[in-house]
């Protein structure tokens, strides 16, 4: 059964401009969450989906947002990138949301470098 | 929301028992602890999870008090491989509101 993928891994984006990143989750899982991983922050939560709405969202300002699709797809954008948000951006996928047992499982990452 | 704090890091040798506490002194009534390992350039990879006492799977064991607002993953007779990031998860929030907050993660050094 193939995991959380996660495309693309590497990118390099200039201050200003927009990012968009993808993310499959295992097959069955309905839930996709994601995070921001910084060496000066750790891991983040960022915003849960399930059933293409959005479940629950951390506190990141309004330049990050996401959707869902019907077919539990994912993809997060980040608007007028910032030099701090280069970072490794995150996917988990679950069966349900809201953990209470839900385990998640993460993707590989996606490398975001602001220059 | 309480921070969920765990060590820095830690040293060990081979074949020695490795044990990495968490505290979490907020975590929401019915959500579980989830212990994930973490190598450079890699997602988090899920090693353990549970919600009291004591859980064991074939790579290590998670003990929990009664309180819930710390637990312990232990991992038996470590070897070389098990030098990674070793990060406790678990979700804090009430009436609604649930965010999953992670310990900032403990560097495990694995000696020969």
């Known amino acids: 059964k193939a995991g959380v993928t996660q495309t693309p891994r590497y990118l390099i984006k200039t201050r200003g401009q927009q990012v968009t990143l993808s993310c499959s989750p295992i097959s069955g899982h309905r839930s996709v969450s994601w995070y921001q991983q910084t060496p000066g922050q750790g891991l983040q939560f960022l915003f849960e989906?399930?059933?293409?709405?959005?479940?629950n969202k951390g506190n990141f300002p309004g330049r990050f947002s996401g959707r869902q699709f019907s077919n539990s797809r994912s993809e997060m954008n980040v608007s007028t990138l910032e030099l701090g948000d280069s970072a490794l951006y995150l996917c988990?996928?679950?069966?349900?949301?809201?953990?209470?047992?839900?385990?998640?499982?993460f993707g590989e990452g996606s490398w975001l470098t602001v220059v | 929301l309480a921070k969920t704090t765990q060590p820095i890091s830690m040293d060990s040798y081979e074949g020695q028992e490795v044990n990495i506490t968490c505290s979490h002194n907020?975590?929401?009534?019915?959500?579980?602890i989830t212990w994930y390992q973490q190598f450079p350039s890699q997602g988090p990879r899920f090693i353990i999870q549970?919600?009291?006492t004591k859980v064991t799977n074939e790579v290590a064991s998670l003990f929990i008090p009664a309180d819930r607002k710390s637990s312990t993953l232990s991992l038996p007779r470590v070897s070389l491989s098990d030098t990674a990031v070793y990060y406790c998860?678990?979700?804090?929030?009430?009436?609604?509101?649930?965010?999953?907050?992670f310990g900032r993660g403990t560097s495990l050094i694995v000696h020969p």
């Open positions: 988990a996928s679950s069966l349900g949301y809201g953990r209470a047992g839900n385990t998640i499982y």
């Open positions: 989906y399930f059933s293409e709405t959005q479940r």
């Open positions: 998860l678990v979700g804090e929030g009430s009436g609604g509101s649930y965010i999953p907050t």
């Open positions: 549970g919600y009291k």
């Open positions: 907020n975590i929401a009534t019915n959500d579980y």
